[in-house]
């Protein structure tokens, strides 16, 4: 590394998010079970991040919880309900495509 000028990076800037409506707080409609008896009665959803060198991309996945498959994902710059929407209408317009054929 030190030949060719490289250095590790130690660290990150943390970004300051500040203001903004508060959330609503969604029921638990899954109240724990976590093992559906047929495929596409429980979907969950997870967001993270990535940093890449242009600055963060953020990635929504879908997860059918009976085969425990992604069955939709998103990925944009910004974190915000058009990303979840976007994975949503992703996993819907699969599962619809599967069923109509």
């Not at 970004?15 to 979907?43: C, E, M, V, Y």
């Not at 963060?56 to 994902?73: H, K, P, Q």
Request: proline fraction near 3%; glycine fraction near 6%.
């Amino acid at each position: 590394m030190r030949q060719h000028k490289l250095k590790a990076q130690i660290g990150y800037k943390r970004r300051h998010i500040s203001g903004g409506k508060t959330s609503r707080i969604a029921d638990n409609l899954l109240a724990g079970q976590f093992n559906p008896p047929a495929p596409n009665q429980s979907w969950v959803i997870d967001i993270t991040y990535i940093r890449t060198y242009e600055g963060f991309l953020y990635v929504a996945t879908v997860m059918d919880l009976f085969s425990r498959r992604i069955v939709g994902w998103s990925m944009d710059k910004n974190m915000d309900k058009h990303l979840v929407i976007n994975a949503l209408l992703m996993s819907y317009c699969q599962i619809w495509c599967m069923s109509s054929s």
